[in-house]
């Protein structure tokens, strides 16, 4: 009986130490267990986890003639990033990757005189973000302190409603040689100086990875 009475109490010490104040108790155990979940794309990396415009390809189509609508409303003109390189992610709350909002958050405050990240919440993936605008705004800025731009939660997947903004990064036709869809939540699109598509990056690579800081910094 005592053993059993410590077993009970030493797990449930490791329920209060994982339950975040402001988190659902599934997003608490997964950002608790993300280091584990990236170790895959760590020890057993796919060759398409990286994938690099190596002949810096110009795109068709302006990346500087996209537009989205923020998660305030606000319209956000593409133009205004000219001169910067763009990092574009899809992303999700409920999410075993959800813990890269910290990550790149960290990038954005070391490099964002260079670098702009722009958030594309979506419920594409295992309805991994099934929360209103509101809701995901203040999921992101209580728990991670975002401070880049967040988007209104969209499709980011190919389909009939596929916000432009990833009909752009997945169309060879549009950006001249990238047809790599989202593969998961925290896909991440580089875009540089001059508008070019210039890496994809899944989601098992993450934000600290020193080929993102390569690319941002050559």
């Known amino acids: 009986m005592r053993k059993l009475l410590i077993s009970l109490a030493v797990i449930l010490m490791a329920l209060v130490l994982i339950k975040k104040k402001n988190m659902t108790w599934r997003q608490s155990i997964l950002k608790t267990m993300y280091p584990v979940i990236m170790l895959k794309g760590k020890w057993f990396p796919d060759k398409r986890d990286i994938l690099v415009n190596t002949k810096l390809v110009p795109p ?4 500087y003639s996209l537009k989205a609508i923020a998660n305030n409303g606000d319209t956000l003109d593409f133009s205004r990033f000219a001169g910067k390189k763009v990092m574009i992610v899809n992303t999700a709350s409920d999410c075993g990757f959800t813990a890269q909002y910290d990550e790149l958050e960290k990038l954005y405050q070391q490099y964002k005189d260079k670098l702009e990240i722009i958030a594309f919440p ?7 973000e099934p929360g209103t605008d509101t809701a995901i705004a203040q999921f992101c800025k209580i728990n991670y302190g975002i401070s880049f731009p967040l988007m209104k939660k969209c499709h ?6 596929q916000h432009p903004v990833f009909q752009w990064l997945t169309q060879v036709s549009q950006n001249g040689w990238c047809d ?4 998961w ?4 699109y580089l875009v540089n100086e001059q508008g070019i ?3 994809f990056f899944a989601q098992t690579v993450s ?12």
């Open 207 to 218: 934000p600290k990875n020193p080929e993102i800081t390569k690319a941002i910094m050559p």
């Open 180 to 183: 790599e869809q989202p593969v």
């Open 60 to 63: 068709p189509v302006s990346f």
């Open 185 to 188: 939540n925290f896909s991440k």
């Open 156 to 161: 980011v997947i190919k389909g009939a409603d």
């Open 197 to 199: 598509l210039i890496r």
């Open 122 to 128: 979506a419920n594409d993936f295992k309805e991994q």
